[in-house]
Structures are given as structure tokens and as C-alpha cells.
């Protein structure tokens, strides 16, 4: 087990990398502790609940919307959990996003901890504080931010984690490479998903270096104002069809990043060449880069994304790869574009 | 209009007092606001309502709750409302509480606004950024705290509140009295709600001073450990059974009120006359004392109170008459004391 301390601006979040789960019963009191999980990690893992309060929500992102949240909260009533009740997230970025979004919200605020089962929740989803639901198809339309008491990583899930899961979280991994990191960009290219999954010790390194990358970009602007924003690389029309299309979040984000690429070299200068490379990255690792759609639909969810402005949409393009960059474009032209592209 | 600034922890929050309502379009773009208000205040003041993008949720207590949060999200997503938008809550502590509430999660957050109706919302709801609402009969169960950008006093929404809404607002104000302002107890004393509804420069005063007293006590402990407790006096009865029996606010906390300062005596030396002057200042001002109550649900519902804390009540006592103090009682001896009271 590795204890890495990270600072945000409000709270120090303690990270335990390579840590088993009964190790949480070491750093809160048990009889303070209320487990959300879904039904996937619960019945793969009922071990690790026994003699627990759980809280058990159906597994998937359609399930992430406020009748899901306002079940737990009748169950957190049920159980008289009361302000000194630390709630334990233990899953995916479904069941950590709303773990953070209840503890912020039940009697005005209480603790909370992850235990991220994905590699998307421990290399993204978990890291920043952010959380939320979805509103119908529009993707985490309310949330708050709320730091951790901690992050605690117990590999031994990744066991049963599908390869599709896989698949997604290393969608993420290569948004931090094309817009940060380029030898890790460079590393991925020379590995495979096989390999990865294979070696505890590289999975450790990779997860580490990218928690790294990620905190290293939200520390840097809490305010999200600026680098933050590199983060939405292929989150605009990932978001946008991720939820009208059913797709994996990683598979949605993937088509946005291809896109993204696409849109870097008629607006940023984005060389062929790189966009190959991310598109052969992509495809590497099992990840699509295209899709059949009805980009009129999309528009008109994408003109309701958080990340507009006004008139402009904040959008991420690529400089080069390890090099992204806060690109404005105004929604007409950006409208043409995918218009174009689609 | 008179502008004062008070300083809290993270924010500045300007109060216009005595202002009209056509000021907020000289603070805050137009083109960026959104109103929140009720069916009540729609019909009474439509005409303030005239070419501003209005949202409408129905008037009272009962619609404090999650589903209506989520109607008026549905209709800000409609609305196109982006992080830009202000939230310009109209109303009393039900549409202001959600306001805030809102507010703090649309987007993970956007700007808001507040122009209490009510004298309740005006002296108490309004101040501190303290929201909520219910879930099913638990009082403010879930919220925030979010602090608005400014609050807007226009005393014309006073001439058409409903002479029941004065009283609520009332028992608030003798609340800040008996816990912290023996002379405006006696000014109470020597006056009454008659003379008050028909001067507005002793109202404007009025409201001002429990402004003061409210902000006073929020400030100087805003991680609520001590001296904000106070504020509580009479709401752990009082919340309890107004839901239950349907109680407006100010009839509930009355009842709080005057089973408190019972207790004070029996706990911590408060003495009998004072407890006279106590019930005879809610008398005068039309506020009950009494109800009959099947104490044993009421008590089940005290016992998830968010001002619980383990085996013991954060109970609100008076030493004196403008004198309160935070006193922990354990839930056993409260569950008897309770008993033998009801």
C-alpha cells in the first residue's frame, strides 16, 4: 500500500494506491460508516459487505438521475444516518458521482470516501471533487464539488471488471496523453490492453501517473477557468451522444476525440499525421472513432452543454499530441463544422 | 433605499433595504436572469413579472420538495439557462430556500438572487445561505449552503401578505428576541402586530434590526459548532410536528418556543415569570402555546433531526429572557421530558 497526499485548494485528499478494503475500517469507525454500492460490485463482492450498512442503487448510467439519488437519501433516513455519518462510495463514476453528490446534499452536507472499481472512476471520475446526475439525456446537468476524505484503491476489482469497462476507462487514459503526455502517449502505442491487464505492477504505475496527470490539471485551476477545461478533450459531442445513443461513455468520448482531432487540423494546425496516430491509438485499444448520427439531434443538446458561453462554445483541440489547448469557437461555425464532418 | 454590506465567510452579500423592485434590472443583466416565484406572488405582483423569463412553481410548504426542484430544472434546461444565468428567487422561505437550493447544483452551480416576500423570509429564510427542502415530513433534509449575490427589500409585496404570514414571520422575530435582544423582547411587549402592519418606518426598523441579530449570530460561527445552535430554539419541537399536523412555521416553533422554555426551567433555572413573559409575548401576537399531540410519533421524527448528534439533543434552553445557550440533552431523559410535557 502507497499513501499519496494530494492538496486541493479547500481539503488535503489522501490517496491509498494498491490497499485492501478493510483497510477503511482502520481509518473511519465502523459504526459512523453507511456503504453505497450497485447491484454488480454487491453481488460480485458480497465478501467485502458483510456486518456493513449498504446501501445497494442499480448498476448503469441511466440510473444516475435524482430518483435514484432521492431512494438512497429515504434510505439514509431509514437507517438514521445523521451528520457524523461518513457515506462509502464503492463502484464505478456512477456510484462515486453520486456518492459525492448526496454527501453533499443530506443534511446540508456530510463526509464521504471513494473506493473506485473502474479504471475510469480511479483514473477520472474520482479525482477533482466534481460530481452529479444526469438530467434525463443532459449528462451531470446538476452536481456540486466536494472533496474526499479520501480515495482508497483496492485492485482486487478490477478482477471482475469486464473488458468493455476496461475499454472505457482507457478511453480516458488516452484523453490525458493527447492532451498532456505525450511519452505516455507514446508509452500506450508501444503496449496493449492485454499487457496492461495482465501486470498488477504496470496497472499500478499507470493509474498512478494518471491520478497524477488529472490532479495536476484541476489543482492548477479550481476555478475552472482555463487548463481545466482541456479535460472536455471529446467531451462536447461525447456528452452529447453518449446518452441519446445508449454508447459506453468511453466509446462516446472516443468518437469526440477523433472528432476533435479532425476539427484540430482545419482550425489549429493538428498535423495528418498526429491525427492518425490518435485514431490508430483509439483503435488499439478497441475504442471507435465513428458513428452513424442525426447530427441535427445532437446540435440541439449540445447548445444546452455546460461548457457554452454565450455565443461560443469552449471547445478542445489538439496543438499537437500532449499539447491541448482551449479553442473558442463560435456555435455557428462550430454548428457548420459538425454539420460537415457528420 | 438604504445599501448595507454584510461580510460573510466567502462573500460579501449587499442588502437593499426599502428598494424597489425595478432596481434588480440596475444590478444584474437582463438578457441573464431567470425569476423564480409562486403562484401566490405571480397573481398578486404580475405586473413586476411583465418581459422577464419567469418560472412559476405552486405556493406552499407541501411543494417544498424534491419534485418541484425538479420541474424548475426541466424548465431551466428549457429555458437554455448556462452558467452565466442568475437565479432571481421572489418569494417567501419556500421559493427562496429553493432557490438558493437550485442554484447551488444547476451546473454545479450559478449565481442567485433573493427578494424575500414574507417578513419570515425577510428577518430569518433570506440570511445566513442556509437552503433546502423536505423530504416527505423531514424538514430541509437535503440542501446547501450558498450564499446569494444580493438581497432586495421592497415592502409593497408586505400589503398584500396575508395577515396569517405576519404572525409567522413574528414568532421569528420573538425568537431572535428571547434568544439574544432583551429590549427588542420589550419593545414586542409594548407594542403589537397592529401597529407594526400599519408603519412602514417601524417595520423597516424592525426588520433591520432582526437583519442584525441574525446575520450577528450566523457570522460568528459559520461551521455552526456553537452560538448558530441558537437559532434553533424552538425548531426541534417545532419542526417536528409542522409537517405533521400542517402547521404553519410560526404556529410550530411557537409551540417549540413554549415547551422550551418550560424545559428551561425544570433544566436550567429559567424562572416562572419569565416563562409567563414568554407565552404572554406569543399570545399577543396570535401565536398558539399548546397543541394535542401523539407525542410518540413526534418523537420518532425528533429522532432524526439533523441537530442530533449520537446519544444526544443539541437542545436550545433560555438562561434569561434575551439569553439562550446550547444544552445538551440526552435523547432519553428529552424522550421523558417530552412525556410528562405532552
Not at 477503511?24 to 458483510?50: M, R
Not at 472505457?168 to 505525450?182: M, R
Not at 484540430?264 to 472513432?289: A, G
Amino acid at each position: 500500500m502507497q499513501k499519496v497526499e494530494y492538496i486541493f485548494q479547500d481539503k488535503i485528499v489522501s490517496c491509498f494506491f494498491d490497499a485492501d478494503f478493510s483497510v477503511i475500517e482502520k481509518l473511519v469507525p465502523k459504526v459512523a460508516t453507511v456503504y453505497l454500492t450497485d447491484e454488480n460490485i454487491h453481488q460480485l463482492h458480497s465478501e467485502k459487505f458483510n456486518d456493513k450498512k449498504v446501501i445497494v442503487v442499480p448498476a448503469g448510467e441511466k440510473f444516475k438521475q435524482q430518483s435514484t439519488v432521492d431512494n438512497v437519501i429515504d434510505q439514509l433516513i431509514q437507517l438514521e444516518a445523521d451528520r457524523e455519518t461518513i457515506l462509502i462510495g464503492v463502484g464505478g463514476g456512477v456510484v462515486t458521482d453520486m456518492t459525492g453528490y448526496i454527501a453533499s446534499l443530506y443534511m446540508r452536507g456530510i463526509k464521504c470516501c471513494l473506493v473506485p472499481t473502474t479504471i475510469l472512476a480511479m483514473v477520472d471520475a474520482c479525482i477533482g471533487g466534481k460530481n452529479g446526475v444526469d438530467v434525463g439525456i443532459y449528462k451531470n446537468m446538476v452536481g456540486t464539488v466536494k472533496q474526499p476524505e479520501f480515495l482508497l484503491y483496492d485492485y482486487s476489482f478490477l478482477k471482475t471488471l469486464p473488458t468493455e469497462e476496461w475499454i472505457n476507462g482507457f478511453a480516458e487514459i488516452i484523453k490525458h496523453a493527447c492532451i498532456k503526455d505525450a511519452d505516455l502517449f507514446a508509452e500506450l502505442e508501444n503496449s496493449s490492453l492485454e499487457e496492461f491487464k495482465i501486470s498488477a505492477l504496470k496497472m499500478d504505475r499507470l493509474i498512478q501517473r494518471n491520478v497524477q496527470i488529472k490532479y495536476q490539471v484541476v489543482s492548477a485551476d479550481p476555478l475552472e477557468q482555463g487548463e481545466r477545461r482541456l479535460l472536455n478533450f471529446g467531451h462536447t459531442l461525447g456528452h452529447a451522444i453518449e446518452n441519446m445513443y445508449a454508447l459506453p461513455h468511453g466509446h462516446a468520448i472516443s468518437i469526440g476525440m477523433a472528432a476533435a482531432s479532425t476539427i484540430s487540423i482545419s482550425l489549429n494546425n493538428f498535423s495528418l499525421e498526429e491525427r492518425e496516430r490518435v485514431l490508430n491509438l483509439l483503435n488499439k485499444y478497441h475504442l471507435p472513432f465513428d458513428l452513424e448520427l442525426d447530427i441535427q439531434k445532437v446540435w440541439q443538446i449540445i447548445l444546452r452543454d455546460k461548457k457554452r458561453s454565450g455565443k461560443d462554445m469552449k471547445f478542445i483541440l489538439l496543438n499537437k499530441i500532449g499539447d491541448g489547448v482551449v479553442f473558442p469557437i463560435p456555435l455557428i461555425q462550430l454548428g457548420n463544422i459538425l454539420n460537415e464532418l457528420f
